[in-house]
């Protein structure tokens, strides 16, 4: 019914978030990394605003697709109060009862998706710091 709002909320939060860490941060951290002895390569570590953006795009995107799902099935009108469920007090019961469930479920799992994510990404990050010695 909307359990899409859970996780548009945190979207919102997050964008916000990702903005001002992107406004606050500077210039961003560079490392030399020598690729088979041979190439000497500067490469950027990723801003957590960047990490923080792949967050945004999981929310806003699965957000969408559950708000279309949601429109499909008529729970959503394009007319006051916009969420059929929220016109029928009953209903409006099963409606929170929802977003506290699933939408809340939907959320804390993207968000560990996510942290998932960033793990892999700090692995990777970390083996690239790694400069191999060179065979010169």
Request: net charge neutral.
């Amino acid at each position: 019914m909307a359990c899409f709002i859970v996780p548009a909320a945190e979207a919102v939060v997050t964008t916000i978030a990702t903005k001002v860490m992107k406004s606050k941060e500077g210039n961003p951290e560079t490392v030399k990394i020598q690729l088979d002895g041979a190439e000497l390569v500067e490469a950027e570590k990723l801003p957590f605003s960047r990490k923080l953006s792949w967050l945004n795009k999981l929310l806003w995107g699965g957000s969408a697709l559950l708000a279309f799902e949601h429109v499909w099935h008529g729970e959503v009108a394009p007319w006051f109060p916009f969420l059929t469920a929220a016109s029928n007090p009953a209903d409006a019961a099963e409606m929170l009862h929802e977003m506290s469930t699933a939408g809340v479920t939907m959320s804390v799992l993207v968000t560990a998706v996510w942290a998932g994510m960033l793990v892999v990404s700090s692995v990777i990050e970390k083996k690239a710091q790694k400069i191999l010695p060179s065979k010169n």
